[in-house]
């Protein structure tokens, strides 16, 4: 008997198992109706049946082998939308890859009992019948995974969002302990310490946010206005100096600063990149921020001495979720107040302003990062873009 045929022929039967073993997969407490366990099952191996008929040119045979199938996943297939479901019901990835495991056995042991004998027609039947398998597999991995980054991102989202109350509260208390008349000089350092580690706490929510936007299909939020570079870098430089009072800094502009930018964007941009750098540095150096513009650009360099960065991390060091690898010693306190996002983040306003951002790290010149930001770009992005209510950046 045919493969096809045979599960035509024995869909029940393969459908319970699918069951026992669904349920083998949950916790005994848990009383999921046997609808939700089996799912898409049926409409998965009606789909199986259907791609083994199917004839297939060799180049065909050949994309599928080796996963190279023409098109994105398709999302509306029963694996697609069973690899979704089973994230939401919480399933894990290996427990949704155990049910095709299991799947594959099933079928292929039940069937070896009524296969025909060995022929080219029967090792065809096998090898589409794995093919299918493996597709669908993919297909619900590729769903479930997609669900689940989309959970996750929310919950950021949800949870960046929801600290910024007591925040609040805590910075409004630090103001309150700072003021001259209250308290004694020992509450007012704390008070000021307190409102130090309020703006770190503030910079690092906005970071979360601000990925939570981008992975959840968003954008950053972008309102182009006149301004002048020089401000908006003496600003950043501030912010970083009350964050880090220990810590040397050196600012140096040259040429025509004046542009259209967000500032406020572009003010956190430079922010994160004199954080991190403070975290990297060494006691030998200080912290300099240098902006130069011409005619064609303007170039903003932020640069630390310390541990040098490998190369290999130079590769990802703009990833989220990522924190630096140095050589030698750590930075200071760099694990600490850093959740791996500023450079992140930093990258997406650069480009959003249609800039670039790279970064060098040598003995001789030490860590340096690069922002550029053409004035070409930066011009087109204001004739063709159109500002909303809220102040959303939309290209045209």
Sequence with gaps: MKLSAFITAHLKEILFEWDI?????????????????????????????????????PAQQKEK????????????SAAAIHGALRQAIGFTLIQLTSEYRALRATVLRLWMPHMPPYTAETARDIIRFNEAIDQALAESVVTYSEN????????????????????FTLS?????????AIGTTESRHMGARVARSTANMTAMINDLLEYARTQLGGRIPMTLEQADLRKICQAALDDAQAGHP??????????????????????QLFSNLLNNAVQYRSDTHPVTLAASGDAEAITVRVCNFGPLIPAES????FDPMVQLSVEGKKGKGAPSSSMGLGLFIAREITEAHGGTITVESTEQAGTVFTVTLPRAKAAALTASSLIDP???LRMA
């Design 21 to 57: 073993f669904a349920k083998s997969l949950i916790p005994a407490s848990e009383n999921v109706p046997p609808l939700i366990l089996r799912d898409h099952a049926r409409e998965i191996l009606i789909e199986l049946m259907a791609d083994i008929d199917t004839d297939q040119s």
């Design 65 to 76: 082998s080796e996963g190279q199938v023409a098109g994105e996943i398709d999302r509306s």
């Design 148 to 167: 689940a980054d989309r959970t996750r991102d929310t919950f950021l989202a949800i949870l960046g969002h929801d600290l910024r109350s007591p925040l």
């Design 172 to 180: 409004l208390a630090a103001d309150y302990l700072t003021r001259p």
């Design 246 to 267: 220990g810590c040397p800094f050196k600012f140096d502009g040259s040429g025509d600063l004046g542009g259209v930018f967000d500032a406020p964007r572009l003010q």
């Design 314 to 317: 130079l590769q990802a060091i």
């Design 390 to 392: 809220v102040g959303e």
